[in-house]
């Protein structure tokens, strides 16, 4: 498919340079041309670049364009039935370097695009050069103010090359020597070296290049989002659970001795009541047992000390109901502070009952607490649910 794209990006830029070409007068309006060729494209970069810079105030407003490239990615991409726009929703919900790459992607595909079209616009002024005789003209009211404007839009396209090919510019006399109707007619043929070596250099300088600049960064970002991927999103979680089973939670042969257990916000479990069960499902012995809060200054050193001594890692205890995501996301990211990225995490969720013993958890409680685990986005956390059939 990207072949094919390309080869039609190509012959779709020789079909607009053709057609651009006057038949009646056999010659091409260099005004137009340069108005289509680099000032179009121009335009395009410029808005895009504008567009890119205020994406966030807008995001919202232009929330049917992502829809609409999903669309057409999923055309290309011949997915069929519903997971033609399924898969593009869900790197959107992601967000992250997923979506980033995706991005990049898309970008470095459009600039691909559009340098081989401005490779078919060389091609077909090249092709019309070699197979026809055809000049170039141009035409206005006011000749003189034109001239001028024309002579001032020469010099500034030619300057990234003029001081290297001065003969690369139109000068003075070749503009006034191929207006329409003030010369001879085979003027516009007699000064078209002087126009067509100008179109070239304009074509490649500002059409081409800065396409093809744009796509080396895109691919050069794609790569680095690619390359930055943690495959921790939600939905990688949940198909991790998935493939992995009951050995999702099986984390040890032995048990490690030495847990850290934070009893978050006092749930009045005893240890008694839960070392059987840390034992056989997280393979991990508890040793300090805290209750915490919301941590002070005074209970982040003590805290760290307390994780020096765990080698098996930390677990926090919570209750079911008693999620608070701003609370719990804080303590998550003081704990890894602390204790860096490699040690595991366990959030072990346990309803009390009313005798102060272990519960088991509700269904829309674990979805709950799921979500919002896989959301941490961190590899060396999990998040285990109390069964009471394993507590005998």
Same mark, same amino acid.
């Given at each position: 498919v990207g072949w094919v794209v390309m080869v039609g990006m190509v012959l779709a830029g020789i079909g607009v340079m053709t057609g651009l070409l006057d038949r009646q007068r056999m010659g091409f309006h260099v005004l137009t041309v340069l108005g289509v060729t680099v000032g179009l494209q121009l335009l395009i970069l410029t808005g895009?670049?504008?567009?890119?810079?205020?994406?966030?105030?807008?995001?919202?407003?232009?929330? @049917?364009v992502p829809e609409c490239l999903g669309w057409l990615a999923g055309k290309l991409g011949k997915a069929g039935g519903g997971g033609r726009l399924e898969w593009w929703r869900n790197v959107r919900a992601d967000g992250g370097r997923a979506w980033a790459a995706l991005g990049?992607?898309?970008? =470095?595909?459009?600039?691909?695009?559009?340098?081989?079209?401005?490779?078919?616009?060389?091609?077909?002024?090249?092709?019309?050069?070699?197979?026809m005789e055809v000049g170039f003209f141009w035409e206005s009211t006011t000749p003189e103010w034109m001239?001028?404007?024309?002579?001032?839009?020469?010099? @500034?396209?030619?300057?990234p090359w003029s001081w290297v090919l001065p003969g690369w510019r139109p000068d003075a006399g070749t503009i006034a020597g191929t207006r329409w109707g003030a010369v001879p007619r085979a003027g516009i043929f007699a000064n078209a070296a002087g126009w067509y070596r100008f179109l070239f250099a304009a074509i490649f300088f500002w059409a081409l290049l800065p396409r093809l600049a744009l796509w080396g960064f895109a691919l050069w970002r794609e790569r680095r989002a690619l390359g930055g991927m943690?495959?921790?999103?939600? =939905?990688h979680g949940k198909l991790?659970?998935?493939?992995?089973?009951?050995? =999702?939670?099986?984390?040890?042969a032995a048990a490690l001795d030495g847990v850290l257990v934070l009893d978050v916000g006092g749930t009045g479990l005893r240890r008694d009541d839960l070392r059987g069960f840390l034992l056989r499902r997280l393979r991990v012995n508890p040793g300090e047992w805290f209750t915490v809060g919301v941590w002070d200054g005074k209970g982040e050193a003590a805290a760290e000390r307390s994780i020096g001594n765990a080698p098996a890692g930390v677990v926090l205890l919570a209750e079911g109901w008693a999620l608070s995501p701003p609370r719990m996301t804080a303590l998550h990211r003081q704990i890894r502070g602390l204790a860096g990225a490699e040690v595991m995490i366990y959030f072990l969720v346990v309803n009390a009952g009313d005798d102060g013993g272990p519960m088991g958890v509700k269904a829309e409680e674990q979805g709950i607490w799921r979500d919002f685990v896989d959301g941490l986005r961190d590899a060396a956390a999990e998040v285990f649910f109390y069964e009471e059939e394993e507590a005998a």
């Open positions: 895009g670049g504008l567009a890119w810079l205020v994406r966030g105030r807008f995001s919202r407003g232009l929330g @049917f990049w992607n898309l970008l =470095r595909l459009s600039q691909a695009g559009a340098v081989m079209f401005s490779a078919g616009l060389m091609a077909g002024l090249l092709g019309c050069l070699w197979f001239a001028k404007r024309i002579d001032e839009v020469c010099g @500034f396209l030619s300057a943690d495959f921790q999103a939600k =939905r991790w659970r998935e493939l992995m089973g009951t050995r =999702r939670r099986d984390v040890g």
